[in-house]
């Protein structure tokens, strides 16, 4: 079992629609959680971090964190083609050491 | 703010040969972290230091690559000898010591071993 599960994808959804991305992770010790958003050839950005139970939003997207369920998600409102990428998500230990996912391919249809 | 700053940003070599790459990371940030990505998979950590010191090394395969931060700044990360199994992109990520331990990613070096 991986430390971090995301759903492989892809995910195809209509302009201005809701993306709904979600992650799993198996390390009970994780204190901070991250999406990140990567264009092909790029490198990962930093959209969102959350680590306090509960809803985090951030203009059009909005984290989620249920430590009780061990899962982690990220909404996109109003999704546009610019979302079009791969998103990582990302647990933290109290050590600052990361383990990602291996990402969901969101499209974006105009 | 200046980013992460990482070079090359490309390098071609052949197998038995020896690569080395640079990161500068975010001015202050005392955590300085290096990825592999393979295509298709999400960034593995191969070595975190904090400062000069080397906190977590453990998927750093040891008999050929090599990491050092001195002065607690600038750090390298060297491949020798490569093998084709390590073509891949090289992330540099830099953070600061507290909650939430936010990373923040150079542009990377996609490495090429024929």
């Known amino acids: 079992q991986k430390e971090v599960e995301q759903n492989s994808g892809p995910l195809s959804v209509p302009e201005g629609a809701i993306a709904s991305l979600n992650c799993t992770y198996s390390?009970?010790?994780?204190?901070?959680f991250f999406w990140y958003r990567q264009y092909s050839g790029k490198s990962p950005e930093l959209i969102m971090s959350?680590?306090?139970?509960g809803d985090k939003e951030d203009g059009r997207f909005t984290a989620q964190l249920n430590k009780a369920s061990q899962y982690v998600s990220l909404l996109i409102r109003d999704s546009q083609p610019s979302d079009s990428a791969t998103y990582l998500c990302?647990?933290?230990?109290?050590?600052?050491?990361?383990?990602f996912g291996d990402g969901t391919t969101l499209t974006v249809k105009p | 703010e200046a980013g992460v700053a990482q070079s090359p940003r490309y390098k071609i070599i052949e197998k038995r040969q020896s690569v080395a790459f640079w990161c500068n990371p975010i001015?202050?940030?005392?955590?300085l972290y290096w990825y592999q990505q393979i295509l298709g998979q999400g960034p593995k950590l191969l070595i975190q230091?904090?400062?000069?010191?080397?906190?977590?090394d453990s998927q750093l395969p040891k008999d050929r690559f090599s990491a050092e931060r001195l002065k607690g700044v600038d750090s390298t990360l060297k491949i020798q000898p490569a093998k084709l199994e390590d073509s891949a992109v090289y992330l540099c990520?830099?953070?600061?010591?507290?909650?939430?331990?936010?990373?923040?990613f150079g542009p990377g070096t996609r490495l090429t071993v024929t």
């Open positions: 990520a830099s953070s600061g010591t507290s909650l939430p331990y936010e990373q923040y």
């Open positions: 990302a647990a933290n230990t109290n050590a600052g050491k990361s383990t």
């Open positions: 390390d009970r010790g994780s204190q901070s």
């Open positions: 230091f904090q400062n000069n010191g080397v906190v977590d």
């Open positions: 959350i680590y306090s139970n």
């Open positions: 001015s202050g940030h005392a955590t």
